[in-house]
């Protein structure tokens, strides 16, 4: 099968639903003859033209709250973030009407807002950060954050093809970085449904978007070896999948949770609590969770590197549950 | 001017050929309006930047060095290496800090300037934004504020054109930003940006009126940005006419002839105050170089006024 990077798999996901519904249409800052800062669009203009790929001012709020207007009057809007972060700006127009237009008024809002998120990149502290708990947290929407190019292609189209506001978050690190099997013709991937992506006995590492490669590449190293991991991918993080993190957890009896958002109210506080209210009789050892420190995301490189989990954290985690 | 335009010409060089962490928005081409305005405050007077900042940065009189510094993302740097050329600031003398948030800065200025009005000293706060950010909301919010208390501020707006890579006429409907000054019933001024003289003149006038208690202005600096919106961008959006256009009125050249047109100061003087920059940058660049990096532990320490809560 054909290989395409993360970036090439969004793209085609997008190419492919503005093709195939003509409610489909993108806005966002820098998105038409620009393509955005990372040329996730790049042609999409040329493509489709000004109707369809729309560039607005900046003025977040102003557009997101436009998107769910045109969302609440039958198109089928996909927001740019030009970097995640911005978001912020926009906020009421998500938490407070996005979110909650069905819950008032039984009106839908199919509406996507997407863009780069994440840090690595000594970019600073708002050009970096992790947002899921920010929408995590608000009941109404719907958060997803692929890791992989078959993912990223899958739940775009989901996302697009939803009835409610999807909050897609796409790891800038990972545009170029990853490549993986991509099937040219149409297929989603599930909204809600995590995934094991790699089968073990003796740990449940849950995860997910950039962290899922680190995982994968930490436990592959010597020190290791005997330890058999079983990975899960959230891919979607709200709704959360308890199901597939349960099972994993009552074959393994053990719980890692790794992500890059900072560590306090972070989604492997709510992941850890499901296992102890649904597997607690199953548990081994007391959970752990790798993640990013409770602070900003600091520019300098030596700064930045001590605020992500490394791959020393990961494995002293994953040994400190085995050793129990 | 000089120091401006050579700060981000031998960064422009430096991050071509070798490492340098974050992206950076470079103000070349755009210096006199830093200068213009700044020229004005005394040392106690604030200023709010824009995420290009390294110009009122320097005419703000911050120290050239700890700049260097914080491009390498150092311990020296004048954030610490915490937030790169994005969040640059110096309270100590006045900058109260860039932002990579278009237009954050419109409302902090505002309320800089009630504290100025609070304590009831005759300070006044310049606040820079570019032409994109006043579509935000926060410029209709921050510009409103100051408005109806009568605060002591002046909003500059840094017209370059372009808002990353959209032009402004294809985001605003009215001729001149400073046009939106009549819904805030304040004076709206447009202005050269790239005479700086022309930019002093105006700016005095404002600040003057600030500090008299008459309430903000809205100046409009008509410039352009000789170089991409960050260094990943060639700007290839801007066309060639109008960037040979712009880069005519390039606001040094315009600068030194006048000075020797008029006999202020001669070719010679000119290029000894070139030199005596030219030493002050390679100093910056040996400084920043072997300063330190961050002790990686201390990368919690600013996060709260105690120091003992993290991890």
């Known amino acids: 099968m054909r290989s395409l990077t993360y970036l090439e798999a969004i793209r085609e996901g997008l190419l492919q639903e503005i093709k195939r519904d003509k409610k489909v249409f993108m806005l966002g800052e820098d998105i038409g003859h620009f393509g955005g800062p990372f040329k996730v669009t790049q042609g999409f203009l040329e493509e489709f033209g000004q109707k369809r790929i729309i560039d607005t001012p900046i003025c977040e709020s102003g557009f997101i709250g436009f998107a769910v207007g045109a969302a609440l009057f039958g198109l089928r809007p996909v927001v740019e973030i030009q970097f995640f972060d911005f978001v912020a700006c926009g906020f009421n127009q998500i938490v407070n009407y996005a979110a909650k237009c069905k819950y008032r008024w039984g009106a839908n809002v199919p509406l996507v807002i997407r863009g780069p998120m994440g840090a690595g990149n000594r970019a600073g502290p708002f050009h970096s950060q992790s947002e899921e708990i920010w929408f995590g947290h608000t009941p109404g929407l719907k958060v997803v954050m692929p890791a992989t190019p078959y993912d990223a292609k899958g739940l775009i189209k989901a996302a697009i093809r939803d009835n409610d506001p999807v909050i897609y978050f796409e790891h800038k690190n990972l545009y170029r970085r990853i490549r993986g099997e991509v099937p040219e013709e149409d297929y989603i991937v599930p909204i809600g449904k995590a995934k094991v992506v790699q089968e073990g006995k003796d740990i449940t590492i849950v995860t997910y978007g950039a962290m899922l490669h680190k995982v994968l590449e930490v436990i592959k190293e010597k020190e290791l070896a005997d330890i058999s991991c079983e990975v899960v991918d959230l891919r979607t993080i709200y709704p959360l999948d308890t199901e597939t993190i349960i099972n994993s957890v009552k074959k393994t009896s053990r719980l890692l949770t790794v992500h890059e958002d900072s560590k306090t109210f972070g989604p492997a506080g709510e992941i850890t609590q499901r296992v102890c209210e649904y597997a607690f009789d199953y548990l081994s050892a007391p959970p752990v969770r790798a993640t990013s420190i409770d602070t900003p995301i600091p520019q300098s490189p030596t700064l930045e590197d001590r605020y992500l989990p490394s791959n020393t954290d990961i494995k002293k985690a994953i040994r400190k549950i085995l050793d129990y | ?311």
Request: some cysteine; glycine content about 10%.
């Open chain 2, 1 to 311: 001017m000089y120091e401006i335009r050579l700060f981000e010409e031998t960064l422009y060089e430096i991050y071509l050929k070798e490492p340098m962490p974050g992206a950076m928005h470079q103000c070349t081409g755009q210096e006199a309006c830093a200068v213009g305005i700044c020229e004005n405050l005394n040392g106690d007077d604030y200023v709010t930047s824009t995420h290009r900042g390294h110009g009122h940065y320097l005419a703000k009189e911050g120290d050239l060095n700890k700049l260097m510094a914080e491009m390498y993302a150092k311990e020296t740097g004048c954030c610490h290496g915490m937030g790169g050329s994005l969040h640059v600031a110096d309270f100590s003398v006045g900058m109260l800090g860039a932002t990579g948030i278009v237009g954050a800065g419109i409302p902090i200025s505002a309320g800089a300037g009630l504290s100025i009005k609070l304590r009831k000293t005759k300070q006044v706060v310049v606040c820079f934004f570019g032409d994109g950010a006043s579509n935000q909301g926060a410029f209709h919010e921050g510009i409103n504020l100051a408005s109806i208390w009568k605060l002591p501020v002046i909003f500059v707006c840094e017209n370059n054109l372009y808002g990353v890579s959209t032009h402004i006429t294809s985001v605003i409907t009215v001729k001149n930003v400073a046009d939106r000054a009549s819904a805030y019933g304040i004076p709206g001024i447009v202005v050269d940006g790239n005479d700086v003289l022309a930019v002093y003149e105006v700016a005095q006038e404002a600040i003057n009126r600030a500090r008299e208690g008459k309430g903000p202005t809205l100046i409009e600096c008509k410039t352009y940005r000789h170089r991409g919106h960050s260094r990943f961008d060639p700007a290839i959006y801007q066309p060639k006419e109008e960037k040979e256009e712009w880069f005519k009125n390039d606001p040094i050249l315009h600068f030194k002839r006048y000075l020797v047109d008029k006999k202020i100061a001669s070719e010679d003087e000119i290029k000894t105050i070139e030199k005596e920059v030219v030493a002050a940058m390679e100093e910056a660049v040996r400084f920043a170089k072997s300063s330190p990096d961050p002790a990686p532990d201390s990368a919690a320490r600013y996060t709260y006024v105690q120091e003992d809560i993290i991890l």
